[in-house]
């Protein structure tokens, strides 16, 4: 089967860093996403890794170790607007798409 | 910023009726998708294009149908909706790896 594990609530301070796992086990490996999706909105693309290691953008970062099925989603200068859910999503096949149950994160002030 | 249309944005409709949930994208993509969400569970793959006259199921079961006519127009229709088809239905598209989703369309049907 397709699993995609991360946790299901965090919370964290203002101005803070906060570390989002996610541990997936796939048939297939073709790419791992990280998706923005605010309560009752659409989800919004955040980073994508293919290879092994850190891919920074801004704020947010993403690492992945394919050998170990793990990634995680890194968000630094917390700020008010992120609270959100967090979704990693894997695509075992060039066809397919599989997403995790999200992790919804409330910054606090 | 994407430019991915879905309509209606919510609908409520009795058992048995035919639904089309409509979604456009202007940007020329040839993938196109469609999701089902339910309230703080993981999006589902229901179908996908990847180009005219191309259409596949994703890996959740439906019994919802697509079609890909036209490059920018991806329908999915209901033939006789039933209280277990109440959802979001969130369509996307995609050039590469990034897929953009349109706002949703939140079903209940009753």
């Known amino acids: 089967g397709q699993n995609i594990d991360q946790p299901t609530e965090m919370t964290a301070t203002e101005g803070a860093i906060v570390q989002i796992n996610c541990t997936y086990q796939?048939?297939?490996?073709?790419?791992l996403f990280w998706y923005q999706q605010h309560a009752g909105e659409a989800p919004t693309f955040l980073s994508y890794?293919?290879?092994?290691g850190l891919e920074e953008k801004g704020r947010f970062s993403s690492f992945l170790s394919r050998s170990k099925g793990y990634s995680y989603l890194l968000l630094k200068e917390l700020q008010m607007k992120d609270s959100a859910s967090y979704l990693c999503?894997?695509?075992?096949?060039?066809?397919?798409?599989?997403f995790g149950a999200g992790t919804r994160l409330t910054v606090k002030p | 910023e994407a430019d991915i249309y879905q309509t209606p944005r919510y609908l409520v409709i009795g058992t048995g009726k035919k639904i089309t949930l409509e979604c456009s994208q202007t940007?020329?993509?040839?993938?196109m998708y469609w999701y089902q969400q339910d309230p703080g569970m993981e999006l589902h793959l229901i179908h996908y294009?990847?180009?005219?006259?191309?259409?596949e199921k994703g890996d959740l079961s439906s019994e919802s149908t697509v079609s890909r006519i036209r490059t920018e127009h991806f329908p999915l229709t209901l033939e006789s909706a039933r209280p277990s088809h109440t959802s979001q239905y969130l369509c996307?598209?995609?050039?590469?790896?990034?897929?953009?989703f349109g706002p949703g369309t939140r079903l209940t049907v009753t």
């Open positions: 996307a598209s995609s050039s590469g790896y990034e897929q953009y």
């Open positions: 796939t048939s297939g490996f073709n790419g």
């Open positions: 890794n293919v290879l092994d």
């Open positions: 999503a894997v695509r075992p096949a060039a066809k397919d798409m599989r």
């Open positions: 940007m020329g993509h040839d993938k």
């Open positions: 294009s990847y180009g005219v006259n191309s259409t």
